[in-house]
């Protein structure tokens, strides 16, 4: 399966503000193995999603968003709507077309 | 001029009359109202009539009551039952802000028997855009003090409670005992761990709101079925904010409406919801049918309303499992690296020779004009009001690649140079950066303008807006 991976990626709750304010986009990732052709896992499980959109689309102050090889604490997690946590987090594997939200807590009232 | 000084201070003489004297109704009417029972007397009461032989008063409304709150009781969702239980319940809200004041009006609205409402702040004018309760003339006034003013207006049938406090670890489980449900309607990290704990340490279910710029969030923590009648999932009990969020968030991500700005409605939209999802809490609706598991995400930008599914309780929650590590409440700013109260941050991280007050900037300015004003504030606050030939370099984005513009600047400037931000905290932090960076013939030259443009306005030029 050489195909593209399609998957959706949206920010929100000012996660936005660290990828040019641009809250939603579609990419397509390439064959794992081409991007990293060190792994040992042949599909593109969400921790690969973080290290590529820190590559990528992280311009300034990764600290914001990543903290070791996961998401900064206040930051949520969603895989089609849903906290990843139901789905594994780090190791959960995307498939077609996914919505994987990153979205930041709010605090003001 | 002088009519209309006299004439306003004559109407903030009247008004002060006025909320004495409804205060004053109010304990008069408050005698003759038919009492309701609340949860814990409503047994006695019940045996006591059954042995009287009379009618029961606990199942039945008054005709006053049918009356005002026909058009709820009308809902099957509601009903008489529904109303005899909103009369009965007890709610506390924490915050009467953009939160706080939409959610409690339609609590007072709805016949909440018992509102309290927390909040140690005083009403300021650049509150009013969203804080509905409070009107110009409420500035300085104690925002408890003015929201419960604005709901005896509203409705004088109801018990309401301010606490012109700072609800604290010292007195938060003590308040919140005398309630049923609490509304999280705060502004900040801290207190929002807090009132988790509170919620869970007293079993109280906990109506979590937030909102800043477009967006606002709302889910409900803490929801035992237990406690409700109707919910036949009888042991399941509902993530708490720590299930979700077991570390708080690094400082430097957090948001503020007074830094970032906040859209009026925006809390409007979240706070009332807050005050659906405890009507519906109240009268008894299932956990399946609230806000329970699950996160709204409001973004007010495009229009979207968006329902997540939330991680289900955590069984090893350091606070809400079987067996906690957290068993009473902790010192929340310690915890969180961060203040509750973000006005009192007074940043002094530079050697006095790098600091500059208004006065002997203003002194400075009128001598040359040479010298380098730099505004670290962002772009739009820069829009809005600025001294005149000030450059912006937002603090945001003036990391590594960025600083050195702005390093070049400085160094050709013949003159002094001056960072300037809103309150005198983040110039601080931006004339840090250049220290560490900028070579030691450029370091004596720079400071930072002490107070910000706050004190610019207070001491120097009283046309700058404050805000």
Request: with cysteine.
């Given at each position: 399966t050489?195909?593209?991976?399609k998957?959706h ?19 397509e ?5 081409k991007?990293?052709?060190d ?10 999603l973080l ?8 311009k300034?102050?990764?600290?914001l ?21 139901l ?7 995307l498939q ?14 | ?6 004439l ?5 003489v009247?008004r ?19 009492k ?13 009539e059954?042995?009287?032989n009379?009618?029961?008063i606990?199942?039945?409304?008054p ?16 009903g008489?039952?529904g109303?005899e239980?909103?009369m009965?319940?007890?709610?506390l809200?924490v ?15 709805a ?12 009403v300021d ?7 509905i ?13 003015s ?26 489980l ?5 309630y ?9 990290v ?9 919620s ?7 109506i979590?709101?937030?909102?800043l710029k477009?967006?606002?969030?709302l889910?409900?923590y ?7 009648q109707?919910?036949?999932?009888y042991?399941y ?7 979700v969020?077991?570390?708080?968030p690094?400082?430097e ?15 409007g939209?979240?706070?009332t ?11 008894g ?6 806000l329970?598991g699950?996160?709204?995400?409001f973004?007010?930008?495009d229009m ?9 309780r ?41 600091r ?13 004009n ?8 962002s772009?739009?606050?820069?829009e809005m ?19 050195d513009?702005?390093?070049?600047d ?5 003159c002094?140079?001056t ?6 905290n983040?110039s601080?932090?931006?004339?840090k ?5 900028i070579?030691?013939?450029?370091k ?12 610019w306005?207070k001491?120097?030029d ?6």
């Amino acid at each position: 399966t050489m195909e593209p991976l399609k998957v959706h990626i949206q920010f929100g709750g000012g996660a936005e503000l660290l990828f040019d304010k641009i809250k939603r986009r579609e990419v397509e990732l390439p064959a794992l193995k081409k991007y990293y052709p060190d792994c040992k896992h042949e599909k593109w499980l969400i921790k690969d999603l973080l290290v590529w959109i820190k590559d990528n689309l992280l311009k300034e102050r990764p600290e914001l968003f990543l903290q070791g090889d996961s998401v900064r604490p206040g930051i949520l997690v969603l895989i089609n709507d849903a906290d990843w946590e139901l789905y594994g987090e780090l190791d959960y594997e995307l498939q077609q077309n996914d919505t994987i939200m990153f979205i930041s807590t709010l605090h003001g009232g | 001029m002088d009519d209309i000084d006299r004439l306003e201070k004559e109407i903030l003489v009247l008004r002060e009359t006025l909320r004495r004297k409804e205060k004053e109704i109010f304990e008069i009417k408050k005698e003759f109202m038919p009492k309701l029972p609340s949860k814990v007397e409503k047994e006695i009461v019940n045996q006591n009539e059954c042995a009287k032989n009379v009618v029961k008063i606990s199942e039945k409304l008054p005709k006053w009551a049918i009356e005002r709150y026909s058009r709820q009781i009308l809902l099957p969702e509601i009903g008489v039952k529904g109303q005899e239980k909103l009369m009965g319940a007890k709610v506390l809200v924490v915050g009467a802000g953009g939160l706080g004041c939409p959610a409690a009006v339609y609590l007072a609205g709805a016949g909440v028997g018992e509102i309290g409402i927390v909040d140690y702040d005083q009403v300021d004018l650049t509150n009013i855009h969203r804080q509905i309760l409070h009107s110009e003339a409420d500035q300085n006034v104690s925002k408890a003090q003015s929201a419960a003013d604005s709901l005896r207006s509203i409705n004088s049938k109801i018990k309401l409670t301010p606490y012109n406090i700072e609800l604290n670890p010292s007195n938060a489980l003590e308040i919140s005992a005398n309630y049923d449900v609490i509304l999280d309607c705060t502004d900040n990290v801290p207190t929002r761990y807090m009132l988790n704990d509170v919620s869970v340490l007293n079993k109280m279910p906990l109506i979590s709101g937030s909102a800043l710029k477009m967006e606002g969030q709302l889910t409900i923590y803490g929801y035992r079925a237990k406690t409700n009648q109707n919910d036949k999932g009888y042991k399941y009990i509902g993530p708490c904010y720590r299930c979700v969020f077991p570390t708080p968030p690094p400082p430097e991500a957090v948001g503020s409406c007074s830094a970032d700005g906040v859209a009026g409605p925006i809390p409007g939209v979240i706070g009332t919801l807050q005050a659906l999802e405890t009507i519906k809490l109240i009268v008894g609706q299932t956990h399946d049918n609230l806000l329970v598991g699950r996160l709204l995400l409001f973004d007010g930008e495009d229009m979207s309303f968006r329902n997540v599914k939330l991680r289900p309780r955590n069984p090893e929650c350091e606070i809400c499992s079987e067996s906690p590590k957290i068993t009473k409440l902790l010192n929340y700013e310690v915890v969180c690296r961060m203040q509750s109260k973000e006005k009192d941050l007074d940043l002094d991280i530079l050697p006095p020779k790098n600091r500059i007050t208004a006065m002997k900037l203003a002194e400075a300015l009128k001598a040359t004009n040479k010298h380098l004003l730099v505004d670290v504030r962002s772009e739009h606050e820069f829009e809005m009001c600025k001294l005149d030939g000030a450059v912006n370099y937002p603090l945001e984005k003036l990391h590594r690649s960025n600083i050195d513009l702005l390093l070049k600047d400085i160094r050709d400037c013949c003159c002094r140079v001056t960072f300037i931000c809103r309150r005198g905290n983040d110039s601080q932090i931006a004339v840090k950066r250049v220290l560490d960076v900028i070579e030691d013939e450029y370091k004596d030259k720079i400071t930072d303008l002490t107070g910000g443009l706050h004190a610019w306005s207070k001491y120097v030029d009283g046309e700058f807006p404050v805000y």
